[in-house]
T-cell receptor, first 114, second 114 residues
Framework: GENVEQHPSTLSVQEGDSAVIKCTYS??????FPWYKQELGKGPQLIID?????GEKKDQRIAVTLNKTAKHFSLHITETQPEDSAVYFC?????????????FGTGTRLLVSP | DAGVTQSPTHLIKTRGQQVTLRCSPK?????VSWYQQALGQGPQFIFQ???????QRGNFPDRFSGHQFPNYSSELNVNALLLGDSALYLC?????????????FGDGTRLSIL
Protein backbone atom coordinates (compact mmCIF):
# COMPACT_ATOMS: atom_id res chain seq x y z
CA GLY A 1 0.00 0.00 0.00
CA GLU A 2 0.85 3.68 -0.03
CA ASN A 3 3.64 4.80 2.24
CA VAL A 4 4.66 8.37 3.05
CA GLU A 5 8.01 9.14 4.63
CA GLN A 6 8.68 12.50 6.28
CA HIS A 7 11.94 14.19 7.35
CA PRO A 8 13.20 15.54 9.63
CA SER A 9 11.35 14.33 12.70
CA THR A 10 12.38 17.46 14.62
CA LEU A 11 13.48 20.87 13.39
CA SER A 12 14.70 23.80 15.48
CA VAL A 13 15.13 27.25 13.92
CA GLN A 14 15.57 30.82 15.06
CA GLU A 15 12.77 33.30 14.54
CA GLY A 16 13.02 34.76 11.05
CA ASP A 17 14.81 31.75 9.57
CA SER A 18 13.29 29.47 6.94
CA ALA A 19 12.15 25.90 7.59
CA VAL A 20 11.88 23.08 5.07
CA ILE A 21 10.13 19.74 5.61
CA LYS A 22 10.38 16.97 3.02
CA CYS A 23 8.14 14.00 2.21
CA THR A 24 8.35 11.13 -0.25
CA TYR A 25 5.49 8.90 -1.36
CA SER A 26 5.42 5.44 -2.85
CA UNK A 27 2.15 5.32 -4.86
CA UNK A 28 2.71 6.90 -8.27
CA UNK A 29 -1.08 7.28 -8.63
CA UNK A 30 -1.19 9.76 -5.73
CA UNK A 31 -2.48 13.09 -6.98
CA UNK A 32 -3.34 15.18 -3.92
CA PHE A 33 -0.89 16.32 -1.26
CA PRO A 34 -2.10 18.34 1.76
CA TRP A 35 -0.06 19.66 4.67
CA TYR A 36 -1.51 19.88 8.17
CA LYS A 37 -0.39 21.74 11.28
CA GLN A 38 -1.27 20.19 14.63
CA GLU A 39 -0.96 22.16 17.85
CA LEU A 40 -1.00 20.56 21.27
CA GLY A 41 -4.45 19.27 22.18
CA LYS A 42 -5.89 20.14 18.77
CA GLY A 43 -6.76 18.30 15.60
CA PRO A 44 -4.77 18.72 12.37
CA GLN A 45 -5.44 22.01 10.59
CA LEU A 46 -5.02 22.23 6.81
CA ILE A 47 -2.45 24.90 5.96
CA ILE A 48 -1.82 24.32 2.25
CA ASP A 49 -2.37 21.65 -0.39
CA UNK A 50 -1.20 20.89 -3.90
CA UNK A 51 -2.48 18.71 -6.71
CA UNK A 52 -0.41 16.70 -9.14
CA UNK A 53 -1.04 19.03 -12.07
CA UNK A 54 0.81 21.86 -10.29
CA GLY A 55 4.50 22.06 -9.42
CA GLU A 56 4.40 24.80 -6.82
CA LYS A 57 1.88 26.70 -4.74
CA LYS A 58 2.39 29.63 -2.40
CA ASP A 59 0.28 31.25 0.30
CA GLN A 60 1.98 34.18 2.04
CA ARG A 61 4.89 32.71 4.07
CA ILE A 62 4.07 29.11 3.17
CA ALA A 63 4.89 27.30 -0.08
CA VAL A 64 4.74 23.72 -1.25
CA THR A 65 6.66 22.16 -4.14
CA LEU A 66 5.96 18.86 -5.86
CA ASN A 67 8.31 16.70 -7.94
CA LYS A 68 6.19 13.92 -9.45
CA THR A 69 9.13 12.23 -11.14
CA ALA A 70 11.01 11.83 -7.89
CA LYS A 71 7.77 11.34 -5.91
CA HIS A 72 8.55 13.90 -3.31
CA PHE A 73 7.04 17.14 -2.06
CA SER A 74 8.22 19.77 0.38
CA LEU A 75 6.83 22.44 2.69
CA HIS A 76 8.70 25.73 2.92
CA ILE A 77 8.01 28.26 5.68
CA THR A 78 9.78 31.61 5.41
CA GLU A 79 10.25 34.26 8.11
CA THR A 80 9.30 31.79 10.82
CA GLN A 81 7.55 33.05 13.95
CA PRO A 82 7.20 31.45 17.41
CA GLU A 83 3.53 30.75 16.66
CA ASP A 84 4.67 28.49 13.80
CA SER A 85 5.87 26.03 16.47
CA ALA A 86 3.78 22.86 16.11
CA VAL A 87 3.84 19.38 14.58
CA TYR A 88 3.48 19.37 10.79
CA PHE A 89 2.17 16.39 8.82
CA CYS A 90 2.31 15.74 5.11
CA UNK A 91 -0.22 13.42 3.50
CA UNK A 92 -1.03 11.90 0.13
CA UNK A 93 -4.12 10.47 -1.53
CA UNK A 94 -5.22 9.22 -4.93
CA UNK A 95 -8.38 9.45 -6.99
CA UNK A 96 -10.61 12.18 -8.30
CA UNK A 97 -13.80 11.49 -6.39
CA UNK A 98 -14.93 12.71 -3.02
CA UNK A 99 -13.67 9.48 -1.46
CA UNK A 100 -10.22 10.36 -0.22
CA UNK A 101 -8.11 8.13 1.98
CA UNK A 102 -5.29 10.25 3.35
CA UNK A 103 -2.00 8.50 4.11
CA PHE A 104 0.04 10.58 6.56
CA GLY A 105 3.73 10.94 7.24
CA THR A 106 5.07 10.52 10.76
CA GLY A 107 5.23 14.24 11.46
CA THR A 108 7.86 16.95 12.03
CA ARG A 109 8.04 18.83 15.31
CA LEU A 110 9.02 22.41 14.46
CA LEU A 111 10.35 24.64 17.24
CA VAL A 112 10.86 28.33 16.48
CA SER A 113 12.92 30.10 19.13
CA PRO A 114 12.53 33.88 19.65
CA ASP B 1 -19.93 28.46 10.77
CA ALA B 2 -19.26 25.50 13.06
CA GLY B 3 -16.39 23.26 12.12
CA VAL B 4 -16.13 19.53 12.81
CA THR B 5 -17.20 18.76 16.37
CA GLN B 6 -16.42 15.58 18.30
CA SER B 7 -17.61 14.22 21.62
CA PRO B 8 -16.56 13.40 24.20
CA THR B 9 -13.15 15.12 24.35
CA HIS B 10 -11.71 12.54 26.74
CA LEU B 11 -12.74 9.02 27.70
CA ILE B 12 -11.30 6.37 30.00
CA LYS B 13 -12.27 2.72 29.56
CA THR B 14 -10.98 -0.66 30.70
CA ARG B 15 -9.95 -3.61 28.59
CA GLY B 16 -12.84 -5.57 27.12
CA GLN B 17 -15.32 -2.70 27.27
CA GLN B 18 -17.05 -1.06 24.33
CA VAL B 19 -16.97 2.61 23.37
CA THR B 20 -18.89 4.96 21.06
CA LEU B 21 -17.44 8.20 19.76
CA ARG B 22 -19.45 10.86 17.98
CA CYS B 23 -18.80 13.35 15.21
CA SER B 24 -20.75 16.17 13.58
CA PRO B 25 -19.33 17.27 10.23
CA LYS B 26 -18.68 20.83 9.11
CA UNK B 27 -21.73 22.56 7.72
CA UNK B 28 -22.21 21.64 4.06
CA UNK B 29 -20.15 18.46 4.31
CA UNK B 30 -21.65 15.01 3.75
CA UNK B 31 -18.68 12.64 3.95
CA VAL B 32 -17.11 11.59 7.25
CA SER B 33 -13.78 9.81 7.73
CA TRP B 34 -12.31 8.45 10.96
CA TYR B 35 -8.62 8.28 11.80
CA GLN B 36 -6.65 6.84 14.73
CA GLN B 37 -3.60 8.79 15.90
CA ALA B 38 -1.28 6.99 18.29
CA LEU B 39 1.04 9.13 20.42
CA GLY B 40 3.87 10.56 18.33
CA GLN B 41 2.49 9.17 15.08
CA GLY B 42 0.55 10.43 12.09
CA PRO B 43 -3.18 9.70 11.79
CA GLN B 44 -4.13 6.33 10.29
CA PHE B 45 -7.28 5.92 8.22
CA ILE B 46 -9.97 3.70 9.78
CA PHE B 47 -12.97 4.10 7.47
CA GLN B 48 -15.14 6.55 5.58
CA UNK B 49 -18.91 7.05 5.37
CA UNK B 50 -21.09 8.62 2.71
CA UNK B 51 -24.85 8.31 2.27
CA UNK B 52 -24.95 6.19 5.43
CA UNK B 53 -22.71 3.50 3.94
CA UNK B 54 -19.09 2.57 4.59
CA UNK B 55 -17.23 3.45 1.38
CA GLN B 56 -13.59 2.73 2.22
CA ARG B 57 -11.86 0.92 5.04
CA GLY B 58 -8.29 0.91 6.26
CA ASN B 59 -6.40 -1.94 7.87
CA PHE B 60 -8.42 -2.15 11.10
CA PRO B 61 -10.16 -5.22 12.58
CA ASP B 62 -13.91 -5.75 12.63
CA ARG B 63 -13.94 -4.58 16.27
CA PHE B 64 -14.01 -1.12 14.72
CA SER B 65 -17.39 -0.28 13.22
CA GLY B 66 -19.26 2.85 12.36
CA HIS B 67 -22.48 4.44 11.39
CA GLN B 68 -23.64 7.55 9.59
CA PHE B 69 -27.00 9.17 10.22
CA PRO B 70 -29.30 10.99 7.76
CA ASN B 71 -28.04 14.35 9.12
CA TYR B 72 -24.47 13.28 8.10
CA SER B 73 -23.25 12.90 11.68
CA SER B 74 -21.34 9.74 12.45
CA GLU B 75 -20.38 7.34 15.23
CA LEU B 76 -17.31 5.18 15.68
CA ASN B 77 -17.76 2.04 17.79
CA VAL B 78 -14.95 -0.08 19.16
CA ASN B 79 -15.70 -3.41 20.85
CA ALA B 80 -13.54 -5.58 23.11
CA LEU B 81 -11.13 -2.73 23.82
CA LEU B 82 -7.41 -3.50 23.97
CA LEU B 83 -4.64 -1.50 25.60
CA GLY B 84 -3.36 -0.76 22.10
CA ASP B 85 -6.58 1.07 21.24
CA SER B 86 -5.43 3.98 23.41
CA ALA B 87 -5.11 6.89 20.97
CA LEU B 88 -6.57 10.15 19.72
CA TYR B 89 -9.52 9.40 17.44
CA LEU B 90 -10.03 12.05 14.79
CA CYS B 91 -13.04 12.71 12.62
CA UNK B 92 -12.67 14.53 9.31
CA UNK B 93 -15.37 15.76 6.97
CA UNK B 94 -15.51 16.76 3.33
CA UNK B 95 -18.06 17.40 0.62
CA UNK B 96 -18.30 14.49 -1.82
CA UNK B 97 -20.19 16.47 -4.43
CA UNK B 98 -17.23 18.86 -4.74
CA UNK B 99 -14.89 16.07 -5.81
CA UNK B 100 -11.39 15.71 -4.42
CA UNK B 101 -11.63 18.40 -1.74
CA UNK B 102 -9.69 18.92 1.49
CA UNK B 103 -10.69 17.08 4.63
CA UNK B 104 -11.30 19.19 7.72
CA PHE B 105 -10.54 17.65 11.10
CA GLY B 106 -12.10 17.96 14.52
CA ASP B 107 -10.03 18.16 17.70
CA GLY B 108 -10.53 14.48 18.42
CA THR B 109 -11.48 12.23 21.30
CA ARG B 110 -8.63 11.10 23.54
CA LEU B 111 -9.35 7.46 24.47
CA SER B 112 -7.36 5.88 27.29
CA ILE B 113 -7.62 2.16 28.03
CA LEU B 114 -6.65 0.96 31.50
Amino acid sequence: GENVEQHPSTLSVQEGDSAVIKCTYSDSASNYFPWYKQELGKGPQLIIDIRSNVGEKKDQRIAVTLNKTAKHFSLHITETQPEDSAVYFCAASRGNTGFQKLVFGTGTRLLVSP
Amino acid sequence: DAGVTQSPTHLIKTRGQQVTLRCSPKSGHDTVSWYQQALGQGPQFIFQYYEEEERQRGNFPDRFSGHQFPNYSSELNVNALLLGDSALYLCASSAYSQGNQPQHFGDGTRLSIL
